[in-house]
């Protein structure tokens, strides 16, 4: 079988090629394949090889063809095949199926997908010839490339990004920056596609670069970074050898000048400063402060003191801030002395010697130091202490001690306290006369790791004196006052550090949220795990991850160590299973070790090609001897039907009506209301005499006032029976209750008008009348009617 090429743009390119690397495969007549090696063979050695039936080589195809029909790569074709149709052309490999594609009759190869030859550069494809009907190889199957030749479509670029760089002030010219490098994706083999020259588009005259190399150097000499310190430049970056047409990219370049000791040190004034005579050895006195326009290194200071009369002084440097610190070595006293004046020098640490020649690296100054007199507290030993405990010390443990003293002469005794609002919730207590520190309560360091508490010490009272001062105060009645503060205070400063001991397990880092693909193959990385640790062991944390004893036979999922981390994979997926929660025990490194579960939730989910969910299991996986959701749903409905049951139940109650005869300890007023009886009509006007409850012809006093209650009681010309006497007593009580309803409430249900043209409907008018009526049958209406049998039968309602 021969490999033809027919594209007559690529002759020329096939033409070397087959030259310089001859034939690819050498098929012998038995059928072995042998692959020949990439060697240049002469014309004489093509001439006298061995004949084959397979002569190949390699196809070419151009990059990012766009063509709108498949692009024609080659054809295959045997010397078996005798054009009859009864040899067909198979072709295997790398995109035989997505890419290239051969007609089974002619041998012709196509290429149906545009391709890029930064992604891939050359196919290695099979071919074979076999027998159309019975599918049996006439001949071995061979191997060809198909290589992708490239075109112009990559511009450079700085794969680095951004550059920052920097040079010492003042190099001298030529001095080396930066080297920047762009790259580009195309062939460097093939044209000049990829070969790249660089160019300054911003930042002269200051720097250049060289276009082949790209290195960046200055272009000008004595650069002052005092004057300026940062440059900006633009690279350029062309292929093509910069020709027109090229494609380019840039990157911008952040230079600074680095500083260089050329600038010495420089006092601004003279200092004066006063300080009290109780000041504590080795506290600050002052400050002072050389200027020096240099950064870093050169900027750093070296001070001595020149000459302070009896060495009562010491100068150090803040190497935070480059200031002189003036530490008083000695205790001030004064009544001996009460000013001195300091002498100070300040020079370079770091000189350089090449700029020695600009002048002196030093500067002096001045510093008068005054002293105060005062009242002296307590003094400490140290202002400032650090003590560690351990967070599992038990309550009453020793932590450290603090000692002050009287530099007064009286040198009185010293009591300690501690300022309670640095420590609120009371962890601490110190000894009133030893200054012992201790704890109180216990300490977590996850809680609060560091307590900084303030040290109180005060002078005991001196009793003596404050007894003579109220005896002077009790013979003379002259205002107490104290002259001096028998309770001077002193500070110090304690800075208690709560040691950690491993009292916390981990958990994981977050809460994790898993999407597993229904389709994860074995092996697949599902999800990475971390875990954190509220402890913080000196030398780190090491967390070790496993599946807890209760689900070590798990076939889905294992765990896999990934250095503080872990992998989680899949092992076996059961494909009826949503929802997986998995159990992870993890360990740390303590001593002793701490661990905890921690339950992993994870969705199957239906993903797409590229593995992205897009629909996820809602129902979690129940044990078999759990309850369905059908009879989840009809428990959570008996439990609505019975909740509307009781509800109508209890408003069925709520409008139930009253009964018409009420209870006896009821007032009779509220017995009238409920019979529903009328009103005494258009001449009821004199509703207030009780009377009219008798008898409506009882001659009334026409003064008696309506709106009030009346003065003098009504008189009965009638013996009044027990059921009248109880009628009238209510009444009675009635009126002259103050929370009863307002009086004009009773001329409704008083007496009817004899003029009334609907006449009257009640059996009140009675009274008035000698009729009879019988009211027995209201006795056979059963025991709630029976009062009213009573009343009706009594002389009152028979009159």
């Not at 004949?51 to 190949?56: D, H, L, P």
């Not at 875990?531 to 070590?552: C, I, M």
């Not at 007593?729 to 249900?749: H, N």
């Amino acid at each position: 079988m021969c490999l033809v090429a027919v594209r007559a743009g690529t002759l020329l390119a096939l033409l070397l090629p087959l030259w310089e690397l001859g034939c690819w495969g050498l098929i012998s007549a038995s059928g072995g394949q042998n692959h020949a090696q990439h060697t240049a063979v002469g014309p004489w050695e093509m001439l006298h090889r061995h004949k084959r039936s397979w002569v190949w080589n390699q196809f070419f195809v151009l990059e990012e063809y766009t063509g709108e029909e498949p692009l024609y790569v080659g054809k295959l074709h045997s010397d078996v095949d005798k054009g009859d149709g009864k040899v067909k052309y198979v072709l295997s490999g790398e995109g035989s199926t997505s890419i290239f594609t051969i007609d089974e009759n002619t041998g012709d190869i196509h290429a149906t997908k545009r391709l890029d030859r930064e992604e891939q550069a050359y196919y290695t494809l099979q071919a074979q010839a076999v027998d159309r009907i019975t599918n049996i190889p006439v001949e071995p199957r061979s191997e060809f490339l198909v290589k992708v030749q490239d075109i112009n479509d990559n511009e450079p670029k700085f794969m680095d990004g951004h550059y920052m760089a920097g040079v010492p002030e003042m190099s001298a010219l030529g001095t080396m920056v930066v080297q920047v490098a762009a790259t580009d994706a195309d062939d460097p083999t093939y044209g000049n596609s990829a070969r790249v020259v660089y160019s300054i588009i911003s930042g002269q005259p200051y720097f250049s670069v060289e276009p082949k190399t790209g290195v960046i150097r200055t272009a000008l000499p004595n650069m002052d970074r005092e004057v300026k310190d940062q440059y900006v430049l633009v690279i350029q970056a062309k292929d093509m050898v910069g020709q027109m047409g090229g494609l380019s990219g840039t990157t911008s370049v952040t230079i600074t000048l680095t500083d260089v000791n050329d600038n010495p040190p420089r006092f601004s004034q003279n200092y004066q400063y006063t300080v009290l005579e109780s000041l504590p050895v080795a506290s600050v006195v002052a400050r002072v402060k050389a200027v020096d326009a240099d950064i870093g290194p050169n900027a750093e200071m070296e001070y001595r003191i020149m000459e302070d009369g009896p060495g009562l002084f010491n100068i150090t440097t803040d190497e935070d801030t480059q200031e002189g610190v003036i530490i008083l070595q000695k205790p001030l006293d004064f009544e001996t002395k009460n000013s001195f004046n300091v002498r100070i020098e300040a020079t370079n640490r770091n000189v350089d010697p090449a700029f020695v020649h600009l002048g002196s690296f030093s500067d002096t100054t001045s510093v008068k130091v005054t002293v105060e007199d005062v009242n002296e507290p307590p003094v400490y030993s140290t202002q400032l202490s650090r003590m560690g405990v351990s967070e599992d010390a038990r309550v009453g443990t020793s932590i450290g001690k603090v000692s002050a003293h009287d530099p007064d002469s009286s040198n009185s005794a010293i009591r300690y306290s501690i300022d309670r609002n640095t420590d609120l919730e009371r962890f601490f207590n110190v000894d009133a006369l030893s200054g012992v520190i201790s704890t109180a309560k216990p300490l977590d360091r996850e809680v609060n790791s560091v307590h900084n508490l303030t040290i109180l010490a005060m002078e005991s009272p001196d009793y003596k004196i404050l007894f003579s001062l109220a005896l002077s105060y009790l013979s003379t009645s002259l205002p107490l006052s104290f002259s001096e503060d028998p309770t001077k205070i002193g500070k110090c400063f304690v800075a208690i550090t709560v040691l950690d001991i491993n009292d916390n397990a981990p958990v994981f880092a977050i809460e994790y949220e898993t999407l597993l693909c229904e389709n994860a193959a074995p092996g697949q990385v599902i999800q990475t795990i971390s875990a954190v640790d509220k402890d913080e062991p000196p030398s780190g944390h090491r967390f070790y991850f496993s599946l807890p004893v209760s689900v070590a036979g798990n076939t889905n999922f294992t765990l896999r160590d990934n250095k503080g981390s872990c992998l989680l994979l899949v092992t076996l997926l059961q494909r009826e299973q949503m929802l997986y929660r998995l159990p992870v025990l993890i360990v740390d490194s303590g001593s002793p070790a701490l661990s905890s579960t921690n339950t992993l939730s994870m969705n199957v989910c239906a993903c797409d090609s590229d593995g992205v969910a897009q629909s996820c299991g809602a129902v979690p996986y129940i044990l078999p001897a759990g309850l369905s959701t059908g009879a989840l749903v009809a428990i959570l409905g008996c439990i609505i039907t019975l909740l509307v049951m009781v509800l109508l139940i209890v408003s069925m109650r709520r409008k139930k009506k009253e009964p018409l005869i009420l209870e006896e300890e009821r007032d009779v007023r509220e017995n009238i209301v409920r019979y529903d009886c009328e009103g005494g009509g258009e001449e009821d006007t004199e509703a207030f005499d009780m009377v009219a409850l008798r008898n409506l012809n009882v001659i009334r006093d026409p003064k008696v006032r309506r709106d009030v209650t009346p003065d003098t009681h009504t008189f009965f010309p009638y013996p009044m029976s027990s059921s009248s006497q109880f009628i009238w007593d209510r009444l009675k009580d009635a009126d002259v209750e103050p929370s009863a309803p307002p009086y004009d409430s009773l001329q409704t249900y008083a007496f009817e008008g004899s003029g009334s043209v609907a006449e009257s409907l009640s059996s009140l008018e009675s009274l008035s009348t000698d009729s009879e009526q019988n009211y027995d049958y209201l006795s056979t209406w059963g025991p709630r009617f029976k009062k009213l049998a009573d009343l009706a039968r009594s002389p009152v309602a028979n009159r």
